[in-house]
């Protein structure tokens, strides 16, 4: 399976509304980033946040780790149509140096 | 130059032709990645080069090849491919430091194959 699981899986909302995206996963990491993809494009890194971090932020992004829940989330504030896209968290395991992908999740923001 | 360059962008092949998958990076990255993606899927990471050195294969079918002919470029060789093989082939390159997998990764723009 996954190492990582993002929740929703697809997430609708309004221009200048938040969006929130949840991402679990199953075994210890050493860190975890969230990549963007616009449709049939390559993947543009948004944040990589290590084990030993809580809270990053960047830009309207702001990215959050718990450890103890091995759960992750990504909030975009005031969401433009630009930001619509598939957002994937992806794992590095501590005993390893995959990055692993997780499902994705795809937010339309509807203008 | 903070870019990852793929070509083709398209390619569309018969079973029994024999092609190649080209990705070129200038940012000085010692560690390059090949990833394929299925539609509405995330990505699945095929091979991992670190220093010009095949570090990972995660059991991919011999009909992917990789080549790593020096620090900034890596090929993927197609021969004897499946229709099953028809997917978005994306490169990617980090700094391999800490590890290839321990940095943030850049993605080239990928190469949309079609096997018929």
């Known amino acids: 399976s996954q190492q990582g699981e993002e929740d929703p899986q697809a997430l609708s909302i309004q221009e200048g509304e938040n969006a929130t995206m949840n991402c679990s996963y199953k075994t210890s990491i050493n860190n975890l980033q969230w990549y963007r993809q616009n449709s049939g494009r390559g993947l543009v890194h948004l944040i990589l946040i290590r084990s030993n971090e809580r809270e990053k932020h960047s830009g309207r992004l702001r990215v959050t780790l718990d450890t103890s829940k091995k759960s992750s989330s990504l909030l975009i504030t005031a969401s433009r149509a630009a930001d619509t896209a598939s957002y994937f968290c992806a794992t590095v395991p501590l005993s390893g140096s995959r990055l692993t992908f997780g499902e994705g999740t795809q937010l339309t923001v509807n203008p | 130059d903070t870019e990852v360059t793929q070509t083709p962008k398209h390619l569309v092949m018969g079973m029994t032709n024999k092609k190649s998958l080209k990705c070129e990076q200038h940012?000085?990255?010692?560690?390059m990645y090949w990833y394929k993606q299925k539609a509405k899927k995330p990505p699945e990471l095929m091979f991992v080069y670190s220093y010009e050195k095949l570090s990972i294969n995660e059991s991919v079918p011999s009909r992917f090849s990789p080549e790593c002919p020096n620090s900034s470029l890596l090929n993927l060789h197609l021969h004897a491919l499946q229709p099953e093989d028809s997917a978005l082939y994306l490169c990617?390159?980090?700094?391999?430091?800490?590890?290839?997998?321990?940095?943030?990764?850049?993605f080239g723009p990928g190469t949309r194959l079609t096997v018929l």
């Open positions: 940012m000085g990255h010692r560690a």
């Open positions: 990617a390159s980090s700094q391999a430091d800490l590890g290839a997998g321990w940095n943030e990764q850049f």
